[in-house]
């Protein structure tokens, strides 16, 4: 297998492929906007809070309304969402576990509250046809699962 060819790539986008969970989130993104907007226009008549307050909040959410693409190699993992690139090698990693939505690389030899920050999560698809294959590469390259 070559080096430019991924030996796995799968697409994740949440947004698409859980409509409950999204219609309850938008209802619920419009709630917050509307309290936000009597607290900070209404009440404090300062709109630019609003809007960076609405803007942080919608940020914060982003990677649940894009399409997150994975795609693995032989030495690092590649991940792209919209127009942002990251790549991580695993040797980064000291050991990697499920989670409730996909996997959770931690940078430390056992799970720690820093990995949301210092690790990478590698979300499932919906279907999950890659958990099995994902599984085994990340066996063969870090190879510590907790």
Not at 68 to 92: G, M, N, P
Request: aromatic share 16%.
């Amino acid at each position: 297998m070559s080096d430019d060819q991924p030996r796995l790539q799968w697409l994740s986008y949440p947004f698409r492929d859980y409509p409950v969970s999204s219609i309850l989130l938008c209802i619920f993104l419009l709630l917050i906007s509307l309290l936000l907007w009597k607290i900070t226009v209404i009440n404090w008549g300062m709109p630019l809070f609003f809007f960076l307050g609405m803007g942080l909040f919608l940020l914060s959410l982003i990677t649940y309304f894009i399409p997150t693409s994975y795609e693995l190699f032989e030495d690092k993992i590649v991940i792209h969402y919209w127009v942002i690139k990251a790549e991580r090698q695993y040797s980064h990693f000291g050991c990697f576990y499920l989670d409730k939505k996909g996997v959770m690389l931690s940078t430390f030899k056992m799970p720690r509250r820093l990995d949301p920050f210092r690790g990478q999560s590698l979300r499932f698809s919906k279907k999950q046809s890659e958990k099995e294959d994902l599984l085994k590469i990340l066996e063969d390259k870090i190879g510590n699962r907790v």
